[in-house]
């Protein structure tokens, strides 16, 4: 089994990671190509994140019996 703080250190370094590859493709002048495809990427998946919190909201409260009064 993995520890948690594995887990936490791994997560913490791969956004590190993107993190500085985003600000590359934005900010540096030799990825100016780059710059479109990255905001792209990163409102894509704003979008289907949100999306995906909302359906599986819905999910779960369609699937979901009503409580029985006391």
Same mark, same amino acid.
């Given at each position: 089994?993995?520890?948690?703080? @594995? %887990? /936490?250190? !791994?997560? #913490?370094? @791969? #956004? $590190? +990671? =993107?993190? +500085? %590859? #985003?600000?590359?493709?934005? $900010?540096?002048? /030799? #990825? *100016? ?10 409102? $894509? =998946?704003?979008? @289907? ?5 909302? =359906?599986? !909201? /819905? $999910? %779960?409260? /369609?699937?979901?019996?009503?409580? %029985?009064? *006391?």
């Amino acid at each position: 089994m993995v520890s948690e703080k @594995v %887990v /936490g250190g !791994l997560i #913490f370094v @791969v #956004f $590190w +990671i =993107i993190a +500085i %590859v #985003f600000t590359l493709a934005m $900010w540096y002048p /030799g #990825f *100016e190509g780059y710059s479109q495809i990255a905001i792209k990427l990163v409102v $894509w =998946i704003l979008v @289907v994140g949100v999306s995906a919190i909302a =359906i599986w !909201l /819905g $999910w %779960v409260m /369609g699937g979901t019996k009503p409580g %029985v009064p *006391e």
